[in-house]
C-alpha cells in the first residue's frame, strides 16, 4: 500500500509559478513510477507529468517547457514544479502511483492522492 498527500496548490496569476509537493508513506517508494494529473469541471482527468523509478521523465505536450517533475526517493517525495502559468492550468491535481513504468492513462495508477487546487487568475 502507498499513501500520497498532495500540498501546494493555490492562486497563482497568469504567468506565475507554483510548486505542488507529493508525499508518499508505504512501501517501496523507489520502485514505484509517479504520475501528475489534473482535472478541471467539467472534464476527464489528463495526464501532465510522469518520473519512473529511474528518473525518466515524460511531459504532456500542453505543459512541455514550463513544468517540471522531480523526485526525492529518500524524501519518499515527488515534485511538480509549474511555471508561466496560465488558466488553462487550472484545476485539481492530483499524485499518483503505479508499479514499473509511467502510463499516461490514469486507469493505469493503483494509488491516487486527494488532490490539491490550482486556481489561475486572468
Known amino acids: 500500500q502507498v499513501q500520497l498527500v498532495e500540498s501546494g496548490g493555490g492562486l497563482v496569476q497568469t504567468g506565475g509559478s507554483l510548486r505542488l509537493s507529493c508525499a508518499a508513506s508505504?512501501?517501496?517508494?523507489?520502485?514505484?513510477?509517479m504520475g501528475w494529473f489534473r482535472q478541471a469541471p467539467g472534464k476527464e482527468r489528463e495526464f501532465v507529468s510522469g518520473?519512473?523509478?529511474?528518473?525518466?521523465?515524460s511531459y504532456a505536450d500542453s505543459v512541455k517547457g514550463r513544468f517540471t517533475i522531480s523526485r526525492d526517493n529518500a524524501k519518499n517525495a515527488v515534485y511538480l514544479q509549474m511555471s508561466i502559468l496560465k488558466p488553462e492550468d487550472a484545476a485539481v491535481y492530483y499524485c499518483?502511483?503505479?508499479?514499473?513504468?509511467?502510463?499516461?492513462?490514469?486507469?493505469?495508477?493503483?494509488?491516487w492522492g486527494q488532490g490539491t487546487q490550482v486556481t489561475v487568475s486572468s
Open positions: 518520473i519512473n523509478w529511474s528518473g525518466g521523465t
Open positions: 499518483a502511483a503505479r508499479n514499473k513504468n509511467v502510463r499516461t492513462d490514469p486507469g493505469a495508477y493503483e494509488y
Open positions: 508505504g512501501r517501496a517508494f523507489s520502485n514505484y513510477a
